[in-house]
């Protein structure tokens, strides 16, 4: 999770709780390891493999924990400091050019990080808390997401996720992701996240304590671990408002049932598709989203209505993208993007996105 401004402990204040489930559709993973209540992590996991011949016959070679345990293929690494699950993109997790979309990216992040909670002992209730947290009713909060996409997955291509967390500051923790190719090896995309602590029931910013600080510590790297260690990288830059007269805009978007999470709050991945809708159509036909950044602000109620305004731009994160993304090329677009209340322009979301120009064979 990501570094915040100087001012930013004051506008955190705003946030509301956000949801850290996917939606239940994407709930489809295939491991994990069975801990008992914060104990020393597992460090021989379940061993799942997938039969060549009948596709969908799972063989577990052991008993492990739940039905469910035994089916997922993930489980912690070695040294218990991070996560790994394998992911089938699925049809419906597809475009219309056969790849992954980034909201099936982004929930799939979302999967294996609650996945890698519940595997060393957290809650399992969609907060991933501690128990000292839940002793105090403290809950994590989405304050920043940053996902980029170096090659999107295709349809029945499979997806290897690694993730951890680590502490970021005295009010909150990060969690990173590296999406790899299982069959070639290679990285096809990174993201990393901040979240900070909140009280569910006074929905104010608490510190992280020291006792909050040991029980998750022990699960994280030693040393500092960045999914995004090159200086001068987006997933720093700060993000301005959009201020009005927006060139885009998608006015009037309501949240629906299905955006609602096990939590009974509207699910982050849905704020994601609210931002793209005002992407004008021509980028659209003609380029892919490399990379998206994403500042939650408030939360989303039910019956909210919301729009989404879009301007183009040439000065967030100039040309200095990741070292491993390149620097902007002449023919990629950038975006300045706001989410707000329809009725009083409240901000719920403020974010960019960098759109590189489609392979030639899509």
């Not at 996720?161 to 190719?181: A, N």
């Not at 909140?198 to 790297?221: G, I």
């Not at 931002?275 to 980028?283: A, K, M, R």
């Amino acid at each position: 999770m990501l570094k915040l401004s100087c001012n930013a402990t004051d506008k955190l204040q705003t946030l509301f709780s956000h949801s850290h489930q996917p939606d239940p559709a994407h709930r489809r993973t295939v491991s994990s390891v069975s801990c008992s209540h914060l104990r020393k992590p597992v460090l021989d996991p379940l061993r799942a493999t997938v039969s060549a011949d009948q596709g969908s016959v799972i063989r577990a070679e052991q008993g492990l924990g739940s039905l469910a345990d035994q089916l997922r293929l993930g489980s912690l690494t070695e040294d218990g400091l991070s996560y790994k699950e394998k992911f089938i993109v699925r049809s419906y997790e597809v475009g219309s050019n056969k790849t992954a979309t980034v909201e099936t990216i982004a929930n799939l992040l979302q999967e294996v990080g609650c996945n890698h909670a519940q595997s060393v002992g957290f809650s399992t209730d969609g907060f991933a808390t501690t128990p000292t947290m839940r002793k105090l009713h403290l809950i994590w909060v989405t304050a920043r997401m940053h996902i980029e996409i170096y090659k999107y997955p295709a349809w029945g291509d499979v997806v290897e996720i690694e993730t951890w967390c680590q502490s970021e500051g005295r009010i909150g923790t990060r969690r990173d992701w590296i999406l790899k190719d299982v069959a070639t090896g290679e990285v096809t995309g990174r993201a990393t996240s901040k979240w900070v602590m909140m009280n569910q029931d006074t929905r104010r910013l608490q510190k992280v304590s020291d006792d909050v600080r040991d029980e998750y510590l022990v699960f994280c790297p030693k040393e500092l671990r960045l999914a995004f260690p090159e200086e001068n990288n987006r997933s720093l830059k700060k993000i301005p408002k959009l201020e009005d007269p927006a060139q885009y805009s998608m006015i009037g978007l309501k949240p629906r049932r299905a955006d609602l999470d096990m939590n009974q709050h509207v699910n982050n991945v849905t704020y994601i598709g609210w931002v793209l809708e005002s992407i004008p159509q021509e980028i659209v036909d003609t380029h892919e989203l490399q990379v998206i950044t994403l500042d939650y602000r408030r939360e989303c109620q039910q019956d909210d209505v919301v729009d989404s305004l879009t301007t183009t731009t040439s000065e967030i994160g100039g040309t200095n993208g990741s070292a491993s993304s390149g620097t902007q090329g002449q023919n990629d677009s950038q975006f300045l993007h706001l989410l707000r209340l329809s009725g009083d322009g409240q901000e719920i979301n403020r974010g960019t996105t960098l759109w590189r120009k489609k392979p030639s064979n899509l």
